[in-house]
């Protein structure tokens, strides 16, 4: 018999009516031959909600009380699915995080999983049942409730998957699969019937709807991911060791757009350039969990340097003002932010090795004169900074110039 | 140092006002140089809602669903106090059944307390914490998650008070302490600044607020209860083994009244009276958790009987499901109930002993022109089953007839 987790997001369980819809689906999954696990995300806005109520009663809510609250939402729908499952006649069993051996760090709100113990899991799969696991949580060695933070019932569900050893996991959601360009931004935009770990893994840090944490444990432990809608009936995207990463295979190409309007840029003036500014200044960014991305700098012939750097818009406040802490230390002239930015990323594993990508960008984005702030390219991968306004014409630009809009 | 064991009632958390509230009550009480564990239950009616959602998904949602399910009211509640104690500057962690180590039988619905591990609860002590533990869950050996059933929150209370050796254990809710008679029914009613724990229990088992289990885990553990306002400041009721229980003091009284309107009969027509029969008809009962209470059987002439017992109303639908799988077996002539029945009680232990309360109680109803169903009674209580539409004047009559307005 096939194993397969299957994820179902907070829009797929938002009332009795669509839980009702993921039952039947699963049902159909084990009428087809299969063992099904699936991973479930809090009803709707459900957590949303209960942030609100947190604030309700603290202005800075503590990070482990807001996990084991947060928790919460996703006992609610799996508990309900695994109810509407066994009205459907079928035996089912939910189980938290913790029961599903789901073990992190103690980092709450963005914990990471240490190991999953899947006895419990395998236990009830032999007993026949199917099960309905708590996405998003998990539990420390001390048993206190975390939570895994953006993306994390995909990050549950494909690591489960990877410690089940099983045959796929597929993430249904409200997109029906994985294009080449946001469909809104580019009307053309094509769906991709599979992409390889690595293009996907770009495309999702720069904009696609998947968290990178679910690909980048799918890449590791060579885990099929397939993307679908839980709505339509229609065939989503598969995202595997695919063709793109066969370095025999030669092709020329790009993917895919991604972009990404979360971007806020922090820039420290009048930097005296000197070793060890770097480290004083990131890593008080990093002891509160702030993720930065671009970074740029830039030394004058005054032995004075701007520093600039990008974070996303919700980690300003807290990354300005571990930066405003060490201005003296660093000499600096002064801080300044913006936050009407936005990234734009060509994403391709055809691009490795071949020159003339980025200038091809750079290119189209002047013709449609449109100003490119900041610049950072991976391997498979070029983004450009430019203003929140124009991103709409970038994507277009972009997606047009590289002909993606033909299957090519 | 004291320590002191709050529970505070969904009522009393119903919104971030009222958390904030108890938050201020908590944080006296520590300024008053005591340690606190406060059990809760869930905000307002979440119980309730979570109980809709359950059904809109499943006509008989599964049992062990529905507690992981209801579980998470108090998960929610308990985060949230914490939080605002956090705001308010004390330490405080909040913990879940299972974090407070209190371990059940695998009864769902209606589990039943096996041990508690206070390990936790005390390390946090130490550290200095407020403790806020959700009432009303507990975990089995499984790590299945439970709930206590009716009363639960109180039972977690008194559970942990009598685990920790509390110095007492205070229940703060909407009302404000115990009184002779249900005010709404006997305007005259008197608060209580003491009562017995044999008294409380048969009060609580009768009609009145508190739920019998944490009495009598009080009574066994001899943890003084007190009963009081979460709203208000004025004095409650304290629950302990008071002089009432003292067999030196020979004081004759009656304590209070008891009254209880979820009374539903049902009579088992025309049985043969042959050995077995009552294990035949309650055995089956006992099977899916239905509590009997009143059982009135008597033998005529011709060698057949009529059998009627009293369930609460919310058990009437099950309770009669299993009669009737019995009545061919019992060779019984058919089954009827009724549903518009009322328990009301006189109870004290002054009343031990000592003959002629129950012809005082007789007189009183039949003055009143009120008619006795059925008749229960207990070494300090007599409970007569009447006509539910007469409650009100029956409680008045027993009310007067025994002076309870006079504090004497």
Redesign the interface.
């Known amino acids: 018999m096939s194993l397969i987790v299957q994820k179902y997001g907070g829009s797929s369980v938002a009332d ?1 009516d669509r ?2 819809n993921v ?1 039947s689906r699963i049902a159909r999954s084990r009428d087809l031959g299969a063992d099904v696990v699936a991973v479930v995300s809090a009803m709707g806005d459900t957590t949303d909600e ?1 942030i609100d ?2 604030h ?7 990070a ?3 996990d ?2 947060l ?2 939402g996703e ?2 729908s799996c ?6 499952l ?2 459907l006649g079928y035996p089912a ?2 189980l ?1 995080g ?2 599903a051996g789901i073990h992190t760090d103690t980092t709450y709100g963005k914990a990471r999983i240490s190991r999953i113990d899947t006895a ?1 899991v395998r236990q009830e799969l032999e007993k026949g049942q199917l099960i309905v696991v708590a996405g998003f949580q998990g539990v420390t060695d001390d ?3 975390t939570t895994l933070g953006r993306g994390g019932s995909d990050t549950t569900a494909v690591a489960l998957a990877a410690a089940m050893d099983a045959d796929r996991c597929e993430i249904y959601t409200d997109v029906d699969g994985i294009y080449t360009a946001d469909p809104r931004l580019a009307p053309d935009a094509r769906k991709l019937e599979e992409i390889g770990y690595q293009e996907m893994l770009e495309l999702a840090s720069y904009g696609a709807k998947m968290h990178p944490r679910s690909i980048e444990l799918g890449m590791v432990y060579n885990v099929p991911i397939y993307v679908a809608s839980s709505f339509k009936e229609t065939p989503g995207t598969l995202i595997h060791q695919g063709p793109d990463e066969d370095p025999v295979e030669d092709r020329v190409k790009v993917t895919g757009i991604a972009c990404n309007t979360n971007v806020a840029k922090i820039t420290v003036r009048s930097v005296v350039d000197r070793p060890g500014v770097a480290a004083a200044l990131f890593e008080p960014l990093a002891q509160v969990g702030v993720n930065v991305d671009t970074i740029v700098q830039n030394t004058s012939a005054d032995r004075t340097t701007d520093i600039s750097f990008t974070v996303s818009r919700t980690d300003l406040p807290g990354a300005l003002r571990q930066v405003e802490t060490v201005l003296g230390e660093l000499g600096a002239a002064g801080v300044i932010t913006d936050s009407s930015l936005a990234s734009v990323s060509i994403v391709g594993s055809g691009m490795q090795n071949t020159p003339g990508y980025a200038s091809r960008m750079f290119r189209a984005l002047a013709d449609g004169g449109i100003n490119i702030d900041m610049i950072t390219t991976s391997e498979i991968r070029i983004s450009c900074i430019i203003d929140e306004s124009q991103l709409g014409e970038a994507v277009q630009l972009l997606h047009h110039g590289f002909q993606l809009e033909e299957d090519n």
């Open positions: 009795a839980i009702k039952a209960l109520l947190a309700s009663v603290s202005p800075q809510p503590d482990r009380e807001m084991l609250l928790s919460t006992l609610v508990t309900l699915l695994t109810m509407a066994r009205t069993i939910s938290s913790e029961q419990r048993l206190d409730v």
